[in-house]
């Protein structure tokens, strides 16, 4: 893992310039990252399928009394195929689209070993969570409950606690941050567009967890999820952006994953 350069090595690599061709590479990147998930996902869901048949195959069942949905992945499979979908898509997107050169890697490693970056990154996601948190506390009040998509997936899968925390402790975070401020946000950031970079990679973060005409949740509490998902990912790349290393914002994004995890799997209900 690396890190794009600090703002002011930025400022003298690349002066800013127009917008429009950093933006048109910032869609191909977007469009590259989903197509590639979407191919995975579907790959991942097929094999998973035919896997399955050859089981019952084996086992002598008779395949014309196996209902059709005995070939559906169940929720262990779903949280699986998801990670790894979107997991090899960012990966895959880093290396055609925006891999480090050897500075930035040697950069990156001079700043994770500086305790402020330590500090700043931890801070950032205890921050975020307190965020998260007083903006449900604020919907309650009101009215609203916003429920992420996800959380019905991590419910199901709750009583394996082990595979929760890999997923959203360390999984997640890492190929989340490898897409969204490596790439996403690095690539207008590059082009010195660091502010617009932000707005636009946190835009599509949000729109990732929760995509409208796909969430169950009505308009107000879709807004309020809109706006979490928004400010957590601004507050990844600002983090990104004042260290100069993408260790930081994983940092910061599995120290919120960490505590929300502890609370859904230990919490009082």
């Known amino acids: ?11 003298t690599r690349a002066p800013p310039g127009g917008w429009l061709r950093p933006v048109g590479a910032f869609v191909l990147d977007v469009g590259m990252a989903a197509a590639l998930m979407l191919a995975i996902a579907v790959l991942g869901f097929v094999a998973w399928g035919a896997a399955e ?9 008779d395949m014309a009394d ?3 949905d005995a070939f559906m992945p169940g929720p262990v499979a779903l949280a699986l195929i998801g990670i790894g979908a979107t997991g090899i898509a960012a990966l895959l997107t880093y290396l055609w689209r925006g891999r480090a050169t050897v500075a930035e890697r040697v950069r990156s490693i001079q700043a994770i070993r500086a305790p402020t970056t330590w500090n700043l990154a931890v801070m950032a996601g205890i921050g975020v969570f307190l965020f998260s948190a007083t903006l449900a506390w604020v919907g309650r ?5 916003p ?4 959380l019905a997936l991590m419910d199901a899968i709750a009583d394996r606690p082990a595979l929760v925390l890999l997923l959203v402790v360390v999984l997640a975070p890492a190929y ?3 897409l969204f401020r490596r790439v996403l946000f690095g690539r207008l950031w590059r082009a010195g567009r660091p502010w617009l970079g932000l707005v636009l ?4 973060f949000a729109l990732v967890h929760e995509m409208p005409g796909l969430s169950a949740n009505e308009w107000p509490a879709l807004a309020m999820l809109l706006v979490v998902y928004g400010g957590m990912g601004a507050a990844f790349a600002w983090v990104y952006w004042r260290t100069g290393t993408l260790w930081a914002p994983i940092i910061a994004h599995a120290t919120n994953n960490l505590v929300a995890a502890g609370l859904l799997l230990f919490g009082p209900g």
């Not at 893992?1 to 400022?11: I, K, L, P, R, Y």
Request: hydrophobic letters at 40%; a negative charge; proline letters at 5%.
């Open 53 to 61: 048949g050859v089981s019952m195959a084996l086992s002598g069942r």
């Open 1 to 11: 893992m690396e890190a794009a350069v600090t703002s002011n090595e930025q400022d």
């Open 141 to 145: 009040s009101l009215g609203v409950e």
């Open 176 to 178: 989340e941050e490898l």
């Open 66 to 68: 196996v209902p059709a």
């Open 201 to 204: 990679s946190s835009l599509v």
């Open 147 to 150: 429920e992420p998509t996800n």
